[in-house]
């Protein structure tokens, strides 16, 4: 693989967000368990709900932010939280860690409508698949390294060394952003996220991302927990890294494969993966059946989180980007929230019965949709903006 089609920016973006979520997301996996272990599980939950509350509220703002400032700019000013987040967990301190969630939560709503705006604008129209996958395939590297990683070093050195070692790798991704050209539209973005609310078409498009990130919330939440209880806490690494080794396996392949037969078969295939996924799970009282249905939800992280940003250009002009993506962040913020809320109140089979529930009702609005082309549904998202 060449990589021909992928812009230089889109690979100083994508190196800075490999060691980004190589140190966090290697901290991140482990926080239920980390909180569990030291007598405060329901911790590690609130602190995951209010980050994820904070990510979506945040989300009404961020395109406001990002087409003043630019979405580089951006993401240079709130990089650094996640390395204060992870340091702040082993401060002993529960109200400094809920005070840094929420503020990880805003930052993380900049961050990552900045990246898909970024990323967006950095990447020609015919080639938006192949530069998402490019992007995803080195975010999946450093978080599936950073995973692996974090389990074999966690025994050995401990917490604290451990939280703080990846810390340091998460400050280096600063060279990277450096890096990146200061691009931005020509044209005057709409502004703030209620623009694409407004618009009946971008809604229920949206609810895409309502389904799949639902899933992701379990992954954070439960899915840890399931492990460690059906087989070991040393298989939650490696079980829980195949999450983002089949993205650094597909990714790049899935997206440069979507621009040429387009994106729909890609959406059907997803929504499959998760219903099957979750019923694997949901039965997996023996190592092998969860095992399947882990390795089966993880395809689907893989070609869903390429086909995801690549969507948001797909629908999308030079004017609404910003509010567009913003809206299916906050959709995503939300519905990871949910699940993550849900798994405090519910046990077992019944939090998965309702996460298949939830899959299938929000694909209903979607459903029609996908049966047009994908032009028809950015002239109706823009039409309907310009109306607002």
Not at 80 to 106: P, T
Not at 152 to 160: D, E, Q, R, S
Not at 244 to 249: F, G, R
């Amino acid at each position: 693989m060449q990589f021909k089609n992928v812009s230089r920016d889109v690979r100083w973006l994508s190196l800075g967000f490999l060691l980004l979520f190589f140190g966090f997301n290697g901290v991140q996996q482990y926080i239920t368990i980390y909180f569990k272990n030291i007598g405060h599980s329901q911790v590690g939950f609130v602190s995951l709900i209010l980050v994820y509350a904070a990510f979506m509220g945040a989300n009404i703002l961020s395109p406001v932010i990002i087409s003043h400032i630019g979405a580089r700019k951006t993401i240079l000013a709130v990089y650094g939280v996640y390395a204060l987040y992870c340091l702040a967990l082993l401060s002993g301190s529960i109200i400094l860690i809920y005070i840094l969630s929420l503020i990880l939560g805003c930052a993380a709503a900049l961050l990552w409508t900045g990246q898909n705006s970024y990323l967006i604008r950095a990447s020609a129209k015919t080639v938006y698949g192949e530069n998402a996958g490019f992007f995803g395939t080195l975010f999946a590297i450093g978080s599936a390294f950073g995973i692996l990683l974090m389990g074999f070093i966690l025994p050995k050195l401990g917490y604290n060394m451990a939280f703080i070692l990846f810390v340091a790798v998460i400050v280096t991704s600063l060279i990277c952003f450096l890096k990146m050209s200061d691009i931005r539209s020509d044209q005057q973005p709409k502004g703030l996220t209620w623009e694409a609310f407004r618009s009946s078409t971008a809604i229920r498009f949206s609810m895409l991302w309502l389904a799949f990130n639902f899933i992701q919330g379990l992954v954070l939440g439960t899915v840890p927990l399931k492990i460690q209880s059906v087989i070991s806490i040393s298989a939650v690494g490696p079980l829980i890294a195949i999450f983002y080794i089949m993205p650094m396996l597909f990714s790049y392949l899935t997206g440069k494969k979507s621009d040429m037969t387009g994106r729909r078969i890609w959406i059907y295939l997803m929504l499959i993966l998760s219903v099957i996924g979750l019923f694997l799970i949901m039965f997996g009282t023996k190592p092998l059946i969860l095992i399947i249905g882990v390795v089966v939800l993880a395809c689907n992280f893989g070609i869903s989180r390429t086909i995801a940003f690549a969507l948001v250009g797909d629908v999308t002009d030079e004017k609404n980007t910003e509010a567009f993506s913003a809206l299916v962040w906050a959709i995503q913020a939300g519905s990871t929230l949910l699940a993550l809320v849900l798994s405090t109140l519910l046990r077992d089979n019944n939090l998965y019965i309702v996460g298949i529930i939830i899959v299938v009702i929000t694909i209903l609005p979607v459903l029609p949709l996908l049966r047009l082309p994908l032009e028809v549904i950015r002239n109706r998202i823009t039409k309907e903006t310009i109306k607002s």
